[in-house]
């Protein structure tokens, strides 16, 4: 029989190579693809156009303006205090309605004069018996039967026993609270049988007529707010009245903290609808006219580096670019960009550009959060924001 061929060994190295070849080849076409696909992927998002803002614009417009100012103060009483009691003691009677009207003068609280009372009683019998003496004492002295010194004693004597009489009487008088001034009182803060030191409120008295209205301005407003000019003022709470007054103090100090001196102006309160305490706004000519560059105040960025808007304008579109269902773009579109701008007054919902805006350019008036440099937008004024220079507040 003829003897077989021997069988080949299997080469170990050459099937190690050849499967490290495989699967480089293998990953290196998973890699390869996912690099084709990123770099398309991001060939089309980096010519795709970001998707349109909506946001409502407004156009700045030129209105005329008087040179007038505003401030906020305080309103405050003319006069207005807690009354207290000079002396202490305890509350036998309160003769007054809390919230009612008074006039001055008019007993508020009697206090217990029991005890003061009794020793008024004894302090008048002992000047009573001075005077005899220092009468008699005269008589005597002008008989030259007695020293003109003990004359002199006995008259000092009936002079200290009259003063006594007249303190008691003025510590019983202290014991009966009385309103100052005329006003309108506040609420009760004492009891009947409550013991009640000396200082301790009583009840709050204000005059609310007239009224004075207490408010700051900066310096750069000195000298031109003199006495008896006019003002007009309005408080939250009576929407819709106007109230006039005249100044009739200025502070010639300036505050050196804030720069502000504090102007006091007076208006009639017939009705007591002003209150102390209440927020005003102050509103002043100071006279002449300007043409001012407005537009509303939702429009601004009010940052500490400076006050900013977002330009609406429109420009054309890069070739190139796509929706997000990769179609082509064409024509024109709105875009946005920031300036700054320089404020000035403000009227209303309306704020004056002083510099950096020109009448004519449109401004976002809402959703300037989602904007940026370059943002393309969309206008839709269905929704505008309140601009008017003299809003009102409907009650609802």
């Not at 007993?107 to 009573?128: D, F, G, H, P, Y």
């Not at 706004?281 to 429009?299: K, L, N, W, Y």
């Not at 082509?328 to 704020?351: C, H, M, N, S, Y």
Request: glycine share 8%; charged share 20%.
């Amino acid at each position: 029989m003829p003897a077989s061929a021997p069988a080949s060994k299997p080469n170990a190295s050459l099937r190690w190579i050849l499967m490290l070849v495989g699967v480089v080849v293998v990953f290196g076409g998973v890699f390869l693809a996912k690099a084709l696909f990123a770099s398309k992927t991001n060939a089309f998002f980096d010519n795709m156009a970001q998707p349109a803002v909506t946001i409502s614009a407004a156009a700045a417009r030129q209105e005329r303006w008087s040179n007038a100012d505003e401030a906020v103060g305080t309103l405050a009483a003319v006069n207005g205090i807690d009354v207290t009691a000079e002396s202490g003691g305890v509350v036998r009677s309160i003769e007054f309605d809390a919230g009612q009207p008074v006039r001055a003068g008019a007993v508020l609280v009697r206090l217990n004069t029991a005890n003061e009372e009794a020793v008024l009683r004894a302090l008048e019998s002992s000047a009573r018996l001075a005077q005899v003496q220092a009468q008699r004492w005269q008589e005597l002295g002008r008989d030259k039967l007695v020293a003109l010194d003990d004359v002199q004693t006995r008259a000092t004597a009936a002079a200290t026993a009259r003063a006594q009489v007249e303190a008691q009487r003025a510590l019983i008088a202290q014991k009966t609270v009385r309103a100052p001034f005329s006003g309108v009182l506040g609420i009760r803060r004492v009891n009947l049988g409550q013991f009640i030191a000396p200082g301790t409120p009583v009840v709050s008295l204000q005059q609310l007529d007239p009224i004075f209205v207490n408010f700051s301005l900066p310096e750069q407003m000195a000298g031109k707010l003199p006495e008896g000019t006019a003002i007009q003022v309005t408080v939250d709470a009576l929407s819709g009245q106007t109230f006039a007054g005249t100044i009739t103090a200025v502070d010639p100090q300036v505050d050196p903290a804030t720069r502000n001196f504090t102007a006091q102006a007076t208006l009639a309160n017939p009705e007591g609808a002003l209150r102390p305490g209440s927020f005003a706004r102050v509103g002043f000519d100071v006279g002449g006219e300007r043409d001012a560059v407005v537009i509303p105040q939702t429009a601004v960025s009010f940052n500490p580096y400076g006050n900013a808007v977002f330009v609406i304008t429109r420009t054309a579109r890069q070739p190139g670019e796509t929706d997000a269902k990769g179609k082509p773009l064409t024509g024109e579109k709105l875009v946005v960009t920031q300036r700054f701008i320089k404020t000035g007054a403000t009227r209303g919902d309306l704020i004056e550009v002083l510099d950096g805006l020109k009448q004519g350019e449109r401004v976002v008036t809402s959703g300037l959060l989602k904007l940026r440099n370059g943002t393309e937008v969309i206008v839709d004024n269905t929704v505008q924001p309140a601009a008017d220079a003299r809003p009102t507040v409907e009650n609802r």
